[in-house]
């Protein structure tokens, strides 16, 4: 069973990244997904989730969340990326039978993985 969160890199501001969370050894269709990010130095910040009925829940403004059952994916598309927006992105993943979670810690969310770099910069 794996989570893994991709699709980061360097961006100048103003720029789009468009990260991708995919899931071995289960099916995301049946949970709920949180995406958080950590920038250096700062707390966990959560940055929007979609719940398994694919309704999404707090996301944040300039950024999209979507998810695609039949890739096994979900996707965090972001826009107008400005420099703050640097960090460390993470996906986790919940059963839909529990509550979508903004804080990892909250036993909301079953896997989580590696997360991608994501760095906005001129």
């Known amino acids: 069973v794996q989570l893994q969160a991709s699709g980061g890199g360097l961006v100048q501001p103003g720029g789009s990244l468009r990260l991708s969370c995919a899931a071995s050894?289960?099916?995301?269709?049946?949970?709920?997904i949180g995406w958080f990010r950590q920038a250096s130095g700062k707390e966990r910040e959560f940055v929007g989730g979609?719940?398994?009925?694919g309704n999404t829940y707090s996301v944040k403004g300039r950024f999209t969340i979507s998810r695609d059952n039949a890739k096994n994916t979900v996707a965090l598309q972001m826009n107008s990326l400005q420099p703050d927006d640097t960090a460390v992105y993470y996906c986790?993943?919940?059963?839909?039978?529990?509550?979508?979670?903004?804080?990892?810690?909250?036993?909301?969310?079953?896997?989580w993985g590696q997360g991608t770099q994501v760095t906005v910069s001129s």
């Open positions: 979609i719940r398994w009925s």
């Open positions: 986790a993943a919940g059963s839909k039978t529990k509550i979508l979670s903004t804080s990892l810690e909250s036993g909301g969310y079953d896997y």
């Open positions: 050894g289960f099916t995301l269709g049946y949970y709920n």
